[in-house]
């Protein structure tokens, strides 16, 4: 055979897969256009239905602090440099073991707010507590 005896037999049946596959395009076509086209209307009820209506959402809350929910404001711990009575260690010591035995919940700054009422130096009071809390779990 020669070289334009098998490029004719390929061209010849390129042609017919090219026929064929036209008449299935021409056929899906044709189903296509069988099935009856919706009015409008009713195409859009149903694409309404699809759809769910949008929740409503509350409004943002506004970027203002809420002061009202807050508890009121403690006022600062005073900053005492030094400390104004005899062995303040001993005193901060005490002072946490009556305010426990008291109230078992009292926080932690409520007792130093104490010691450094009584002239207790703020850091010595801060110190002092935490050295008998962590003795106190032991």
Do not use: F, H
């Not at 209307?41 to 002061?67: C, D, I, L, Q």
């Not at 901060?92 to 926080?107: L, Q, S």
């Amino acid at each position: 055979m020669s070289k334009n005896t098998k490029s004719a037999k390929s061209a010849k049946s390129a042609k017919s897969a090219t026929k064929s596959s036209k008449s299935t395009k021409s056929a899906k076509a044709q189903a296509v256009k069988k099935t009856p086209a919706k009015p409008v209307e009713a195409a859009a009820a149903e694409a309404t239905k699809a759809v769910k209506a949008p929740e409503k959402v509350a409004p943002a809350a506004s970027t203002a602090p809420v002061t009202a929910s807050k508890p009121a404001a403690r006022p600062p711990i005073p900053e005492l440099k030094e400390s104004s009575i005899e062995s303040p260690t001993k005193t901060v010591w005490a002072i946490a073991d009556e305010m426990v035995k008291a109230n078992p919940a009292v926080r932690r700054c409520d007792v130093i707010r104490e010691c450094v009422n009584r002239g207790i130096a703020l850091n010595t009071a801060k110190t002092q507590y935490q050295r008998w809390y962590s003795s106190d779990k032991a």
